[in-house]
């Protein structure tokens, strides 16, 4: 089975596949993509066997980068420019939008190179090529999960010393939001990629485009901070949603918003749809523009 | 049993030439309104017959209309010259890219191995690149550790499966790559000049396990350059021009007919200046008879004849000659003989005739490449036009039993024993 098959007549001939020049939009083969996990899982362990061979530090560089990232936006954000932070300590504040945005904006980058980095392995060997950018999502998961489990440490050192932290039940809603921001990297992601294989000129757009978006999110800041006029800009934003609730679950500030939740939820699936179809058009013949 | 599993049916393949880039967009649009217009897609207008030499328009057929089909068990040559479209016939097949026009039909898992080693990572041992790559050519990980001590033993690297690979020679490299490709066990197999990779014996041990391969009733589809290899392991064969399916039939059919197809003047490469360009270029044996067979050991004589557009104080002459593998075996060149070329008037022609003498290579088929210029640079080169083949004379190889292949010279010798002292 294979994502060009096409249902024949098995009467006449029972071919496996027919490969054809083109197939209709909406067939995208996900039992194939089943039946190549063992791939996806391997991709993923060499990922990150080959990040971290040959450092000294080795998975600590995992925890160093978000941890320099939140000493810096104290000093600037905190300290230098006064923004508030919801009466939360400035470390938790920052560090945990600092992990929920790493995560997304990792799977945004890797993802949106899929084509551009692999033409060499995709111009030799078929296999279904969303395994690619999946198991980005997934090697990206592993190391979110140790960013994690990292501010949980500072989260449990406040706690300790007394800070006002009330994680609730609605803790619950954690994985959910992270499925969902995983799904927005990715989703963002494979359309970049299918479109960068044509015109170059996005490759250049992504790399700072995703920086900046980081501004447009509540990271730096509360969205209780923006005034009223702007409000809606950074709530048209599918990320502010996940990152509010992510805060607002583990440090207990704030009411979680459904109605947000729900968008930024329609906004993902939509994504994941149309990104899934232009993907799956453009991996039959990118070989010949990339 | 002769069953059809491979069926290609009115397939093309166009490619656009030139850096795709500017004018993508415009390109995309126009074929975008046409399509709405309900016309004919105009860029598939400008796409010509795909030879090396002419490039009219932007696009072009790398594959025009083929058809063939193959039953199980076959095992099929692919032949055809650079730019033939050999190579984009395999890579449709692979699934790389897809097919222009036509449908591709076909029954059966297909393993593709245009190149071994895919996705080797050279930070991960070679246990873990036998299971990366065993994945990414489609065998499951319960696949791959049920034959993983027969790869681990195919491929000879048994002591080094935990070390990185990127600190294995680059034999040890290779060998490990194709002993994974070879334990896959689909069937049809589609194998692309791999065998040109790794030493004698490593060849040897490759091409049976894809004669074993066949034999187990499997189909094969292989393309390579060297028509020995060929000849041994296919049992059909089909011969690609520019693009086109020139002919079908058995391998020996199809190789014959290529050897003698391959020598057309009007496909050959020819680079230079030509402020002095040849003419006319002939081989004859040593006594000045036209032959294109030359018995090993014997001599055998190039003439060719040039023009000078310029008047030229020197030029230098050589000759290259290659073996059916392209590789580079021998080389002549006038001033190695303290023979000059000069003071040719514009306008001049001359006859230049070598005799090499003693040939000693292998027999075989080869390719002689001429070449005309001096230190300022080429005048005219003309790859591979002149082909000629050395046979297995009595003279030269007595020996009762057949020459081994391997070789790629045989060396005249002399002999002698003593007693001990």
């Known amino acids: 089975m294979s994502s ?18 083109k197939k209709s939009l909406f067939q995208v083969n996900l039992a194939e993509l089943w039946q190549y996990r063992d791939l996806i899982s391997l991709f993923v362990r060499r990922d990150f066997v080959a990040k971290y061979k040959q450092t000294i530090l080795g998975p600590l560089w995992f925890v160093i980068q978000p941890l320099l990232t939140t000493l810096m936006f104290v000093v600037v954000f905190g300290n230098i420019a006064g923004i508030p932070t919801d009466g939360i300590p400035q470390v938790l504040f920052y560090m945990s939008g600092i992990v929920g945005w790493n995560y997304f904006s990792t799977c945004l980058n890797d993802t949106s190179q899929t084509f551009l ?14 395994a690619m950018p999946i198991s980005i999502v997934i090697s990206n998961l592993v190391s979110f999960i140790i960013q994690f489990l990292f501010l949980l440490c500072f989260l449990l050192y406040f706690y300790l010393k007394g800070a006002d932290i009330s994680t609730g039940v609605d803790v619950l809603l954690l994985p959910f939001l992270v499925l969902l921001i995983a799904g927005l990297g990715l989703g963002f992601g494979i359309i970049i990629s299918s479109l960068t294989t044509k015109y170059r000129d996005l490759t250049h757009l992504v790399g700072f485009g995703v920086s900046l978006w980081m501004y447009a999110t509540p990271i730096i800041y509360p969205l209780s901070e923006i005034p009223e006029r702007y409000r809606m800009f950074v709530l048209a934003n599918p990320m502010t949603p996940l990152i509010e609730t992510f805060k607002t679950v583990l440090l207990g500030v704030g009411t979680v918003n459904y109605l947000y939740l729900l968008y930024s939820l329609v906004f993902t699936i939509v994504l994941l749809i149309v990104g899934v179809l232009i993907f799956n058009k453009v991996e039959r013949t990118f070989m010949d523009t990339v | 049993m002769n069953e059809v599993v491979i069926r290609f049916e009115d397939v093309s393949k166009q490619y656009r030439l030139g850096v795709v880039g500017t004018g ?23 796409g010509v017959a795909n030879t090396l030499r002419e490039r009219s328009g932007d696009y072009v057929w790398a594959l025009k209309d083929i058809n063939f089909s193959l039953n199980d068990g076959e095992v099929l040559g692919v032949v055809g010259k650079n730019g033939a479209g050999k190579s984009t016939l395999l890579k449709l097949l692979s699934r790389v890219t897809a097919p222009t026009t036509g449908e591709i039909k076909v029954k059966g898992r297909i393993a593709s191995l245009l190149e071994v080693g895919t996705g080797f990572h050279p930070e991960l041992t070679g246990k873990e690149n036998i299971y990366l790559n065993g994945a990414i050519l489609g065998m499951t990980k319960r696949e791959i550790t049920s034959k993983f001590e027969e790869i681990v033993e195919f491929s000879g690297v048994g002591k080094y499966v935990d070390t990185p690979v990127k600190r294995y020679s680059s034999g040890m490299y290779v060998r490990l790559a194709f002993a994974v490709a070879a334990h896959l066990e689909p069937e049809i197999l589609i194998v692309d000049e791999v065998l040109a990779v790794g030493d004698a014996e490593f060849q040897k041990k490759a091409i049976g396990k894809m004669q074993s391969v066949s034999r187990s009733g499997r189909t094969v589809l292989f393309v390579s350059h060297n028509l020995t290899a060929v000849e041994q392991l296919c049992t059909k064969g089909i011969l690609l021009q520019n693009g086109m399916l020139k002919m079908e039939g058995p391998i020996h059919d199809v190789t014959t007919a290529y050897k003698k197809s391959s020598v057309h003047e009007s496909e ?16 004859t044996d040593g006594q000045g008879r036209t032959t294109d067979e030359v018995m090993l050991g014997d001599s055998f004589r190039v003439t060719a004849s040039f023009t000078a557009k310029e008047k030229m104080d020197y030029t230098d002459m050589t000759l290259d000659i290659r073996n059916d593998a392209n590789e580079f075996i021998g080389h002549v060149t006038n001033s190695d003989d303290l023979f000059e070329i000069k003071n040719i008037e514009k306008g001049g022609q001359k006859t230049v005739s070598v005799d090499v003498k003693e040939v000693s290579f292998a027999p075989g088929t080869y390719y002689i490449s001429l070449w005309l210029g001096n230190n300022y640079g080429t005048f005219d080169y003309i790859e591979n036009c002149i082909r000629f083949s050395i046979k297995q004379g009595e003279g030269f190889i007595r020996r009762p039993y057949p020459f081994d292949k391997r070789a790629k010279a045989v060396l005249k010798s002399s002999w002698k024993i003593e007693d001990r002292r």
């Open chain 1, 4 to 21: 060009t098959l096409e249902k024949t007549d098995y009467g006449t001939d029972h071919w496996t596949m027919i490969l054809r020049p």
């Open chain 1, 117 to 130: 980095k692999n033409a060499s392995i995709f111009g030799k060997v078929y296999f279904p090529r969303l």
């Open chain 2, 24 to 46: 993508t967009l415009s390109h995309d649009l126009n074929r975008f309104f046409a399509r709405v217009r309900g016309r004919e897609d105009p860029t598939r207008k400008v």
């Open chain 2, 268 to 283: 050959l490469k020819r680079s230079g200046t030509r402020l002095v360009e040849f003419q006319k270029y002939e081989i």
